[in-house]
């Protein structure tokens, strides 16, 4: 039986904020009219109405970048009727979900979906260029290991010789969008004397790289 071989092991923690690049916004809007597919774009009264202000927006430091009808989609229909049976003025809830591509944007957005009366923001999902920033944190925590290893094998009076095992562990850390929020968002178009919405709004989330590496030694 081959006996393990003489091994020191060095622990690495490495962690990195990164910042949002792009956003899904995931809104209701309830409407008066059934309409399904995406006929429901054009068709629903109050569907088209957020349709269209959100297309027409431009955003003040780049207004040639408009928000494109493309990065809006329908998800699905909730159907409402409090008879039982399905009728033409039966109302639906629309659920959407809106591409913020460009996060400068993302305030005026806001602005236009709390201005509209029947709309409500549920929730902002946040999206990150992760890889990149991953495999170049992993690169960081595998230099910190080995300089590391050189100055306690050194210490040791003993040679690194290669690798005896390795164990890698990726997790991120991120903070919610605080629920109160999107419901004073709810509540906002109900009134009509309410200031327009002026934020500017950043999102981050911490990677955390934990590395665990065994170097096999010459002889203690």
Known sequence: MNSKPDTIKISINHKEEISATHADLHVTVKGSSIVSGDEAMKKAKEVNQLVEALTNYKASAEPSRSIKEEAIKLQGVHLETESGVLLKSSSAVYRLKIRCEDLNQLAGMLDIISSQKNTTLERIEWKYNE????????????????????????????????????????YDEEMPLARPQAMMMKSRAALADAPSLSMDIQHTKTLHVNLEIWYRVSSF
């Open 131 to 170: 890889d990149d920033a991953r495999n170049k944190m992993l690169q960081m925590a595998i230099e910190k290991a080995k300089l590391k290893a050189a100055q306690v094998a050194g210490a040791l009076n003993v040679k690194l010789l290669g690798v005896y095992d390795l164990i890698e562990n990726i």
